[in-house]
């Protein structure tokens, strides 16, 4: 059992807590993710660690409240106790010869791509962070991010707080103006992560994005979280969980990955109405 160090509401759907799990604190690196599981009748579900504190021997952990298994896990409070807490898996972010990159994150993405950040910030790299939410009310990590950038760019989609427009906006006004990055890292939605791909393309800047499929064992055994890269005009197979979860952007077949994301939208969408049906019943 793994202790909930501390909880706190980030915007009305997003939840950051801290669980006391030592021996992942003192191992995890930026990029890397755990699976837990709420209870024993509980599933597998993988989160990324978005920061550690080794000698306090805890791991942060940022979640939507989008399914059944992230509703029972904003339920619990601090104090209480998750089943299982296994990591750390997949393999940490590259920063080695970096010394000037970009990282773009769009909505909880930003919790994945914080850390990230952080990790550039503490090797002495220049950070040009951009962030983008749908609205002011969904925004998260700020002043995390402002803390650890050179240069920090915020989005809205409707326009309610800094800039309006999507995350594609300023990287393609600084690509167009000359700038130059080592790197590209972007983490957030498919979607948003394709069209970044897109952008940085005809400037020839190497792209690095984070992939989340579904995952259940987290060592490459089920096969769920498989996706198709174009690697020398052939399709190979691929596992998030062992073989990433960064990938060359530049390789993923997003069409297809955006497919086997929708695939169990239904399903899950039921579970969770289930689930907070069960929860409201209880209290």
């Not at 993710?33 to 306090?56: H, K, N, S």
């Not at 000037?100 to 930003?110: A, L």
């Not at 790197?183 to 190497?206: E, N, R, S």
């Not at 169990?264 to 929860?279: G, I, K, P, Q, S």
């Amino acid at each position: 059992m793994y202790r909930i160090a501390s909880k706190k509401n980030l915007n009305p759907t997003v939840t950051q807590m801290e669980i006391e799990a030592p021996l992942v604190a003192n191992k995890a690196l930026p990029g890397q993710f755990i699976i837990l599981r709420v209870d024993e009748a509980g599933e597998r579900i993988p989160l990324t660690v978005a920061g550690t504190d080794p000698v306090r021997g805890t791991v942060k952990i940022i979640f939507q409240i989008v399914g059944a298994t992230t509703e029972l896990l904003n339920y619990k409070n601090e104090g209480e106790y998750i089943q299982d807490f296994v990591g750390p898996l997949g393999v940490p972010t590259h920063t080695d010869g970096i010394r000037k990159v970009c990282i773009v994150g769009g909505g909880v993405g930003c919790a994945i791509a914080m850390p990230v950040a952080q990790a550039f910030h503490d090797l002495g790299a220049e950070v040009v962070s951009i962030i983008g939410f749908r609205s002011k009310d969904l925004l998260i990590l700020e002043d995390e991010f402002r803390a650890c950038s050179d240069r920090l760019i915020v989005m809205t989609d409707d326009g309610s707080y800094a800039r309006h427009g999507n995350v594609t906006v300023p990287l393609k006004e600084m690509l167009e103006a000359g700038e130059t990055f080592d790197t590209i890292i972007t983490i957030g939605p498919l979607i948003m992560m394709k069209f970044v791909t897109l952008t940085a393309k005809p400037f020839g800047v190497p792209v690095t994005v984070s992939m989340n499929p579904i995952m259940i064992d987290g060592t490459g055994m089920c096969g769920g979280c498989r996706l198709t890269l174009i690697e020398d005009g052939k399709r190979v197979t691929k596992f998030a969980c062992v073989d990433g979860p960064d990938f060359d952007g530049y390789k993923v077949d997003f069409d297809e990955a955006m497919s086997r994301g929708r695939m169990y939208f239904d399903f899950e969408r039921h579970a969770h109405e289930e689930t907070c049906n069960l929860l409201k019943g209880a209290n």
